[in-house]
């Protein structure tokens, strides 16, 4: 077997159909996951299949950073075949460092020009992960911070937060003009909130534009 040359960032949201990097297959799912090549850098999208082909043997799909969680699944499993379900369950502390990476990820660099979301201290842990392993104590650190965090701020919530502004940011992208959900945009960023009446009227909308999920 040829050395694994590629390190997972996480599983994340595409805004429309990609082709996985290695089998070339469509990921129907607007779902991908997120690869970095160990020497060059060059990161790729994949499906789960290919993804597990890639990368270290012993790291399971579920143990890798996940920000899709509040993304309403379409047809198709991602490209690259499925996702194993043979795969033993992950542990504990490979929900801890999941935990603690995806609440890096989006914190500290999917809303990374939103200051009011940054904290210095995550920061620092986000760039030290860019480059090494966080060790177990850095990892619970980081958890304890998400623990005692404001409401806003806390890992569920900027999940959710996310997935609506990416859709609602590709649903704007092929809308002419819509001043609904230019202003759940605004609310969403200002408050970092949204009610379940706001998301179905926003799924109300994504509904009938073609290529576009509904939000959980």
């Not at 623990?147 to 919530?157: F, S």
């Amino acid at each position: 077997m040829s050395e694994r040359l590629y390190k997972p960032i996480c599983k994340d949201l595409i805004e429309h159909e990609k082709k996985c990097h290695f089998c070339a297959k469509n990921m129907k799912s607007l779902k991908a996951y997120i690869l970095k090549h160990k020497e060059t850098g060059e990161i790729v999208h994949a499906g789960p299949s290919c993804t597990k082909n890639n990368i270290d043997q012993g790291i399971k799909l579920s143990a890798i950073p996940d920000l899709t969680k509040y993304t309403q699944p379409m047809g198709g499993n991602g490209g690259g075949g499925g996702s194993g379900n043979s795969e033993k369950p992950i542990i504990r502390a490979e929900e801890d460092k999941r935990k603690a990476m995806e609440y890096l990820e989006l914190r500290e660099k999917k809303f990374e020009k939103y200051p009011s979301v940054s904290y210095n201290v995550l920061k620092n842990y986000y760039n030290k992960s860019q480059n090494e392993e966080l060790n177990e104590s850095e990892i619970r650190h980081i958890l304890n911070i998400e623990n005692k965090t404001d409401e806003r701020y806390k890992l569920a919530n900027l999940q959710r937060c996310y997935n609506y502004l990416f859709w609602i940011d590709v649903a704007l992208d092929k809308l002419e003009d819509n001043n609904f959900l230019k202003s759940i945009r605004t609310y969403i960023i200002k408050n970092f909130k949204i009610s379940a009446k706001q998301r179905d009227a926003v799924n109300n909308w994504l509904k009938n534009i073609k290529g576009v999920p509904q939000i959980k």
